[in-house]
């Protein structure tokens, strides 16, 4: 049974609280061209691991609904999966079209999942998709959100020619992430650090480690259905509180969720409930929020661009 009204309401004063403190309701855009002055600090949702064929609509159109209630969303990251199991167009269009997209589709920027590599070529992401989830094969690309250069990277490296430094990805990342005035952010479907079930990813490391030598803010993932927030690290895993990346795991989009693994390396993680983080991107950082889909506000941290 769909939770609808209670996300709405209890949305709707958690949205007016961040923008009384934020100094304005996103009535006024943040501009993504970087020759205009931003008049806000935009509003991003982020989330993956969403959509499955055959189930009940009791996930991924509660997250729909959550989103849609904050009325100053300028864009929802997707960091991957975003439709079960195989990633077929027939899926995307019978399930993801109807649960997750309404209302949200234009403000979508998505990237690939290991799932929609079910399907070959992952051609079904990409009939769906089109130019949104930039070159076909490729996957990565990248636009501006206020002051923020945000990338989309493609972590699936074994289909795409890596995704170490010198490869294409890893050298459009880097040029990308050239400009030290901006704050960044990369978004992709493998996580550097994961204490859920599927654990850490080399594809991920990798993506992450291009992500900190460039001078990146923030590293944003899926693939495991829990949510963790790690601390600033290195690549070697270690706290550098000063030049380090924060990464994260946002797999609460709707797919059943997972069990911890042995490790417990975040500054705060959940499995229990569905939801998604909210981000405020300032002009020198960054605030966030995790927020189930009932509502509850299970997160909040904060943290300065470099």
């Known amino acids: 049974?769909?939770?609808?009204?209670?996300?709405?309401?209890?949305?709707?004063?958690?949205?007016?609280?961040?923008?009384?403190?934020?100094?304005?309701?996103?009535?006024?855009?943040?501009?993504?061209?970087?020759?205009?002055?931003?008049?806000?600090?935009?509003?991003?949702?982020?989330?993956?691991?969403?959509?499955?064929?055959?189930?009940?609509?009791?996930?991924?159109?509660?997250?729909?609904?959550?989103?849609?209630?904050?009325?100053?969303?300028?864009?929802?990251?997707?960091?991957?999966?975003?439709?079960?199991?195989?990633?077929?167009?027939?899926?995307?269009?019978?399930?993801?079209?109807?649960?997750m997209a309404p209302g949200l589709r234009d403000l979508t920027w998505p990237t690939v999942g290991n799932h929609d590599y079910n399907t070959s070529g992952a051609s079904g992401?990409?009939?769906?998709?089109?130019?949104?989830?930039?070159?076909?094969?490729?996957?990565?690309?990248?636009?501006?959100?206020?002051?923020?250069?945000?990338?989309?990277?493609?972590?699936?490296?074994?289909?795409?020619?890596?995704?170490?430094?010198?490869?294409?990805q890893g050298e459009f990342i880097r040029s990308a992430l050239a400009e030290s005035e901006r704050c960044e952010l990369v978004f992709a479907h493998y996580p550097f650090l994961s204490d859920g079930k599927h654990g850490d990813s080399d594809w991920g490391a990798q993506l992450f480690a291009?992500?900190?030598?460039?001078?990146?803010?923030?590293?944003?993932?899926?693939?495991?259905?829990?949510?963790?927030?790690?601390?600033?690290?290195?690549?070697?895993?270690?706290d550098d509180p000063t030049r380090g990346v924060r990464s994260m795991v946002i797999g609460t989009g709707g797919a059943d969720l997972h069990d911890w693994a042995d490790t417990d390396r975040t500054e705060y993680r959940q499995n229990t409930d569905l939801g998604a983080l909210r981000l405020v991107l300032g002009k020198k950082g960054y605030t966030g929020t995790f927020v189930s889909v009932t509502g509850e506000t299970m997160d909040s941290f904060s943290g300065s661009c470099h």
């Open 125 to 168: 992401y990409w009939d769906y998709w089109g130019d949104r989830a930039g070159r076909r094969g490729e996957g990565w690309y990248s636009f501006m959100l206020g002051r923020w250069r945000v990338v989309a990277a493609n972590s699936t490296c074994g289909s795409v020619g890596g995704c170490f430094a010198a490869s294409d």
């Open 210 to 238: 291009t992500t900190y030598a460039a001078g990146g803010d923030l590293y944003l993932s899926g693939h495991d259905h829990t949510y963790q927030r790690f601390a600033p690290k290195r690549p070697d895993g270690t």
């Open 1 to 99: 049974m769909r939770r609808v009204p209670a996300v709405v309401a209890v949305t709707a004063a958690f949205v007016a609280g961040l923008s009384a403190c934020a100094g304005g309701t996103g009535d006024t855009p943040a501009r993504t061209d970087p020759s205009h002055p931003e008049t806000a600090d935009p509003v991003v949702w982020v989330v993956g691991d969403l959509c499955e064929a055959f189930e009940d609509p009791e996930g991924c159109d509660d997250v729909n609904a959550l989103i849609r209630a904050d009325e100053a969303t300028e864009a929802v990251l997707l960091v991957g999966d975003a439709q079960y199991e195989e990633g077929t167009l027939q899926e995307y269009e019978d399930y993801y079209d109807e649960q």
